[in-house]
C-alpha cells in the first residue's frame, strides 16, 4: 500500500521539483544580467537555465514589444495603431530570432564551437531580459514625461539595446568557449548566414509560388478544354 501511494505522489512531486526548477531559472536571470561571464557559464555548464525560462523571456520581449507598439506616447513613437498587426509584428521578430540562432549554430559548428542550438537559443533569449525589465516601464514613464525631457527615455531605451548586445556578445563567448576576437568575428558571420538563410528562404518560396502557379493555370487549362 505504501509502494502504491509513492507511485501514485510522484508524478505531483516531479511536478512540483519541475516548477521549483523553472522558478529557480528564471530567478537566476538576474544573476546572469549583473554577472554575465560566470552567470552564462553556469547557464549553460552547470544547468542553471532551463528551456522553459527561455521561451518566458522570449515570450515576454514579443509582449513588450507589442506593448511598446500600442501603449507608447505618441510623443516617442510614431505607431498606426489601426494598422498594426500582432502576428506580423511578432514574426517579424520571431523568425530573424531564431534564424540567428540557427545561422551562429551552423557557423560555428564548423569552427570548433562548443555550443549546441538549445544552448545558444537559451543564451540570447536570457540577453533579452534586460530589453524587458527597462523599456516595458518605459512605456509608462513615456506617457508621464514631457517630450523636453524625452533625452531621460532616450538614455534608457538606448542602455536596454547596448545591454542586450553586450550580453549576448557574452552569452556566445561562454557557450562556444571563444576569445573576445573569435566571438566578434562568428557574430559578423552569424549576421552574414542569417542573410543568406533568409534569401535560400526567399528563393524558395519564390520558386514554390512560381510552381503552384503553373500547376494552377495548367490544371485550368485542362478543364477549360475539357468543357
Known amino acids: 500500500m505504501t509502494a502504491a501511494k509513492s507511485i501514485v505522489k510522484d508524478p505531483a512531486s516531479r511536478r512540483r521539483a519541475a516548477w521549483e526548477r523553472y522558478?529557480?531559472?528564471?530567478?537566476?536571470?538576474f544573476h546572469v544580467i549583473t554577472h554575465p561571464f560566470d552567470g552564462y557559464w553556469d547557464l549553460v555548464h552547470e544547468h542553471r537555465g532551463t528551456l522553459a525560462a527561455a521561451h518566458t523571456f522570449l515570450f515576454l520581449f514579443l509582449l513588450t514589444r507589442i506593448v511598446k507598439l500600442m501603449l507608447t506616447s505618441f510623443q516617442f513613437i510614431a505607431a498606426p495603431i489601426q494598422h498594426i498587426n500582432i502576428f506580423e509584428q511578432c514574426g517579424s521578430l520571431l523568425l530573424p530570432f531564431l534564424i540567428l540562432c540557427l545561422a551562429n549554430w551552423a557557423m560555428t559548428t564548423l569552427?570548433?564551437?562548443?555550443?549546441?542550438?538549445?544552448?545558444?537559443y537559451m543564451a540570447?533569449?536570457?540577453?533579452?531580459?534586460?530589453?524587458?525589465?527597462?523599456?516595458?516601464?518605459?512605456?509608462?514613464?513615456?506617457?508621464?514625461?514631457?517630450?523636453?525631457?524625452?533625452?531621460?527615455?532616450?538614455?534608457?531605451?538606448?542602455?536596454?539595446?547596448?545591454?542586450?548586445?553586450?550580453?549576448?556578445?557574452?552569452?556566445?563567448?561562454?557557450?562556444?568557449?571563444?576569445?573576445?576576437g573569435k566571438t566578434f568575428v562568428f557574430l559578423i558571420v552569424t549576421v552574414v548566414g542569417a542573410c543568406v538563410i533568409i534569401f535560400l528562404i526567399l528563393v524558395f518560396f519564390s520558386l514554390?509560388?512560381?510552381?503552384?502557379?503553373y500547376f494552377v493555370s495548367m490544371y485550368r487549362e485542362i478543364m477549360f478544354r475539357l468543357n
Open 23 to 29: 522558478k529557480q531559472s528564471l530567478h537566476y536571470a
Open 111 to 120: 569552427f570548433d564551437g562548443k555550443g549546441r542550438f538549445k544552448d545558444i
Open 124 to 180: 540570447m533569449c536570457y540577453a533579452l531580459v534586460p530589453y524587458i525589465l527597462i523599456q516595458l516601464p518605459l512605456v509608462l514613464v513615456s506617457n508621464i514625461i514631457t517630450f523636453e525631457e524625452a533625452s531621460f527615455y532616450t538614455v534608457l531605451m538606448s542602455f536596454s539595446l547596448v545591454w542586450c548586445v553586450f550580453l549576448a556578445f557574452v552569452g556566445l563567448m561562454e557557450v562556444h568557449d571563444y576569445g573576445p
Open 208 to 213: 514554390l509560388s512560381d510552381a503552384l502557379g
